[in-house]
């Protein structure tokens, strides 16, 4: 089974603070995505990636960057953060595009004060 | 922008009932179906995935696709405390990059 790890677990932070959530999968995967969960919401893709260098931009991408930096490593930043990204922050990644699985990580818990 | 819709939002079965989840998109390009299970305080993992019109049963587990509507139902028989979690749907289309639209969910509770 695919592995993804995401640091940090938790984060807390104020408004207007620097945030960067670290996501690495050490299957060889191409796909990397990140989504954030809230409460009466399912998943929403924030920005993916389909490999070193490349960023797509996902559903609800406003207020976020992100960055690919190696096919392990996808990095979520938020430079002024704000209490509306106070939310579950996922991970995931697969192999192939559309008809592939979702690895999901263990999930960041992200509190804007 | 695609929407994937789910029903109902919560869903209370007795212990050996049977559960009942549906699922509908909106986009009529979409070609894979995806049914993902979340417990609570963990992450989501494919349950099942449907892509041809039909049924398909993983024990417990059946989930049921009709393209023409672009509906897909899932069916726990014989449902245990265990099965007790939130059941996301999505879709994705054979065309992009791996992107799947998820919905809302449905909250699975059941009772012993």
């Known amino acids: 089974e695919a592995a993804v790890t995401q640091s940090p677990r938790n984060k807390v932070t104020v408004t207007g603070g620097n945030v960067t959530l670290s996501c690495r999968q050490t299957?060889?995967?191409?796909?990397m995505y990140w989504y954030r969960q809230d409460t009466g919401h399912g998943l929403r893709l924030i920005h993916y990636?389909?490999?070193?260098?490349?960023?797509q931009i996902g559903d609800v991408p406003d207020g976020y960057k992100a960055t690919r930096t190696t096919q392990e490593d996808f990095f979520l930043l938020l430079e002024l953060a704000s209490p509306s990204q106070t939310s579950l922050y996922f991970c995931?990644?697969?192999?192939?595009?559309?008809?592939?699985?979702?690895?999901f990580g263990p999930g960041t818990r992200l509190t804007v004060l | 922008q695609q929407k994937v819709q789910q029903s109902p939002e919560s869903l209370i079965v007795p212990e050996g009932g049977m559960a009942s989840l549906n699922c509908t998109s909106s986009?009529?390009?979409?070609?894979y179906f995806w049914w993902y299970r979340q417990h609570s305080g963990k992450s989501p993992k494919m349950l099942m995935?449907?892509?041809?019109?039909g049924e398909k049963e993983e024990g417990r587990f059946t989930v049921h696709l009709n393209k023409a509507s672009l509906h897909t139902s899932l069916h726990i028989r014989d449902s245990q405390p265990s099965d007790s979690a939130l059941y996301l749907c999505?879709?994705?289309?054979?065309?992009?990059?791996?992107?799947?639209?998820f919905g809302d969910g449905t909250v699975l509770t059941v009772k012993p």
């Open positions: 999505a879709a994705s289309h054979n065309t992009n990059t791996g992107k799947l639209t």
């Open positions: 995935s449907i892509f041809s019109n």
């Open positions: 995931a990644s697969s192999d192939h595009w559309g008809y592939a699985e979702q690895f």
């Open positions: 299957n060889s995967h191409n796909y």
């Open positions: 990636s389909y490999g070193a260098g490349n960023l």
């Open positions: 986009d009529r390009n979409v070609d």
